[in-house]
């Protein structure tokens, strides 16, 4: 009885659409898997929209289920797999940095998971200093991270897709240091782009057509930018940027915290040019984070951190 | 990164190179300064945000300039960056970091100080993975500790700390960073002395330099050689640390921060902030003369052993060569006021010879008096007999008295010692207390008052009828209505005043309701009540109809007897006994225009007390009824501790002197009006004539008085609106009275509250607050707890199984121990079940 009531005001003050046009929650969420005890997070879509990556708490571990929460298998239970995991663009493939602690020293590498083959592969050898996160190129062969000082590439030893070709199938970004980087996979040429000089960028991400990116400033707002770095638009307070399939959306997070725990978060969706910004949580008692958009454009999954679950709700315009 | 750490290495001092500190290549570290901006002020203005900063790049900068450390990251470089907690560990997180350190201070009372660390941990006990945290965490608290030079509360798992609801570990940085972590507390911002050492730029180093000793010591790497000196400047007499002191060590020259140099940053007061601390780096490991002077101090050398392993902290106490003066007296100069009977008291600069004081002093008019001294010989207490009220008087300590150092007074405050002190003050009048509330109705808290009650506060003195102002009082009823429509009015009874508020419409059913008198009331000698007095209650929610037996306005000549007319009155002094109507003691609750006063007097020693105040005629006697009713009077009571009863004739219309039935005895002992009812269909009677049982139908006999041994002997009661009522409905009008059909955590109200916030109900302050919350369906074990913006707990307020309800409870303040906490926001969260939810609020004091 209580749970029910609990749910039912969840679900409730969820449903509630801002009153501007744009996206609403049509369907109330549903939750996929976790909880006390088994506390999952950060979920992401796999391209092809039938998967869901995700990971533990502290980004320990790695998991992959089925989109309606069903099969759930753990891919790794290392140190930070879960942060900064990359689907391949088949969706056959993840990428991680992984990391290993001896004595008072970590150790990173770059892992790939097969999917198909049910197996991983070190890219590269364990490291103690490594500041980039490793990225998939288009076509899926190749996988490129900005190490100490350079970008280095990794063979994935797949089988390249067939892509329909576009000006910017061969672009690469990704954050150096703390700036962002826009490059060319074949010639592993790239510049450097300093959107707000002196300020340092982070958790970067390139909309799907690789003509823009989000990100957020340190200490600051969350920005969109075209990746040839003109058309910066200030997009005001804002956390964890994911794009819709179609590039034009963005979905993330707005947090209040103390200075010791997060007190509350809620989801948002916004135009990349800074219009249609609606809130698609309203929770009081809930802490909704980390939102993913669904390849088919219809869902958001996302977790609770106060309840340690992934949930899915369904959008539309 | 290698390229810059070249470049700074090139232009440090040789003494840092050749402390260069190999075993950390191939690690790094991410230095979180916890909070942004100036968020957590410290007690004086200087935040906690600001000193993590400042720690943070200390740390950065010798951890960089003298090891061999892959690099260092940081969180946020200057104070205007806002960093979300999510962004910290963002970034820690994507430059895959090796360690996680978070710099914090502590938050409490004014009193506590002491170090903490927290390292990760779930829920069910086990550290968080990665490892790492909790084993660095014991140098650390170690370390900081004893460079903080306090106390500590230890390294301990944050969610043995906090207390977990979910798997843990309890803090963000903990929870969600990827390589080993911690958090650590050096001591509380809230803490006078903490926060004003916090304010000094080499402080903070002390801080950097442990935390940097503790990274070195946990990688099993030697300490350099330290060749530090540091410590505290003080008044040898108040303890006081010493500002503008100059300290002399091995050729360098150490200034302690000023006024003009620090801070004016945080204060407009010259004399209110001090930390006498020193600070000196690069010294070599031996004895060296340290040689101190300030202005106002005779200079102090003395010797130091530098120590190779840690800080060498010196601290040095100074003596004022300043004459002492007297800082405070009570009373004060030209006091008019002051009570005949209370003790003086003078608070001296510095310590004082006693005797030579004692033998300076002296009271004119002369008076037997006795001293007591306190606060190391600083504070004179001058016991004596009580001096003549509304008199002047000079009390004198001569020029020829001394500090304990010998330095002779300086009574006038001239800079220069010899001269007398001299205070002219006069003595006040006898009554120099204000009015004190010794009872109110309804009682505060009371539930289920009647919904038209006569709100009564009595005062143990006359008052001033020139003070009882317009805006004197207030009744709200809470949240909705600030100010509920009424008439008060002042009685003054025998040597007492009773104030009452009659209501202009009856209230509403099931509601809370909050009686506030505000500060201003006085008695005659012009004593007033300084803090707002208050009462709350909440209403019942039973209408009646009722049947008017006698409201007293016309016909009591020939509706009523006078006492004497009754054969049962006796014991009665005759002259000073009579009944009579009176147009300006009445019930405004009605329209009433006239009461039935009764004069009353006893003769104390007969052995038999009654007054029969008879209902002899007319058409309230024409009026039956039967037990199922309520008999009803407004009461304006003497407080003589006297009684008065209702009685009835039963069995009607049989006329017999055994159907005389009588109510329980009332005692009066209230002043002003007050409702009185005999619920007859309670059943419960007393003795007179009749059996005790109300039969059949009923008829009003009288209201009866009798003498209550030991009262008082002569009085007067007044009575208007006689009446019977009967139960008609249990009427609920409001939804707050129905129960609640969800789970609710209301705004708290009024918000802000505290003694410097104000609402549109109050003219002073809001001393507490009230917190709404509804609780549906099954009973619940419900928890209801403020805590501070660190997460800590503050006062549990609700702990307890409760029913389906709507709910309030009040907050004044205060935590758990009973102690005043600072103005700020305080969360408050209630936990239900599964319902949580967390609100906040304002305390501005």
Redesign the interface.
Known sequence: MRTTLKMLFFFALTLITAANAGWKVVKKPVKLIGGAGKEFMQPRWSPDGARLAFTGAGYQGLWIMQSDGTGARQLSAEPAAGFGFEWSPDSQALVSRVAKFEKQFRYNAVKMFDLEKNEDRLLSEYRTFMPGLPHWAETGQKIYMFNRQNLEIFDTGTKALTLTKTAASNHIHFLKADKIAVGDITTGAYKVLEPLPGQTCLNLAPAPQKTKVAFEILGGNMYVMNVDGTGLVDLGEGHRPQWSPDGEYLVYMITQDNGHQIQDSELYVIRGDGREKNQLTFTNDKIEMNPSWSSDGNKIAFDVMNDGAIYVLEISK | MKLVLTLILAILPFSELSAQVTGLA???IFLDP???QK??MGIYGYSEAEKNLRVALALRDLLLQTTDI??VYI??TND????????RT??A???????YHSI?SDAGSATANSTLLLW?QYRDGRE?????GKAISAPIVNLLTRGMRTTTRGAIGDCSFYGC????????VN??????SELSEAGFHTNPTQNQRNMNAEWKKLEARTLYWAILQ??GIARPVAGFCAGIITDLESGVPVNGAQITLHGQTYTTDTFQSLFSKYTSDPNLLHNGFYYFDNLPQTTLDLIVTAEGYGGDTSQVAVVDTFFTFKDIQLISNVPPVVLNSTPTPGDTRFPAWADLIIDFSRRMNRASVETALTLTPEVAKTFVWSNNNMRLRIHKDSLQTETDYTLTIAGSAQGQYEHRLDGNGDGRGGDDFVLHFKTGPPDLRAPLLTAVYPLDNSTAVELQPILNMRFDEALDPASITAGIFNLERFRDVPTVEGTLKHYRVGNESVLCFFPAQPLTAARFYIARIFPGLQDGFGNKIASQQMFRFTTGNATFATTNLDNFEANLNSNWFVPQQSGSTTGIITEKTSRESNTNVVNLLTTSTTSMQVNYGWDANAGAWLIRQYLSGGPPRQVLFNSSYILQVYVFGDGSGNQFRFAVDDNIPIESASNHEVSPWYTIDWIGWRQVSWDMSAGSTGTWIGDGKLDGTLRFDSIQLTYNPGSATEGTIYFDDLRLLRKTSVGVDEPAATLPS??ALHQNYPNPFGSAATSPALSGGNLETTIRYQI???R?HVVLTVYD???KIVKTLVNAEKAAGDYTIRWDGKNADGQPVASGTY?YKITA??????KRMTLVR
């Open positions: 191939g690690w790094n916890g909070h942004s968020e957590n892959d690099t969180s946020r205007q960056q806002s960093v979300s907690l999510t962004q963002d970034y997180n994507s430059l895959g970091a090796a360690w914090h990760g968080k993975i990665p490892n790492g609801t979910f798997d843990g570990p309890y803090l963000h929870r969600e960073s990827t390589m080993p946990f990688h969800a789970f549906p369906g099954e619940q913006m660190t997460g969360l079940g599964e319902f949580v939810q967390t």
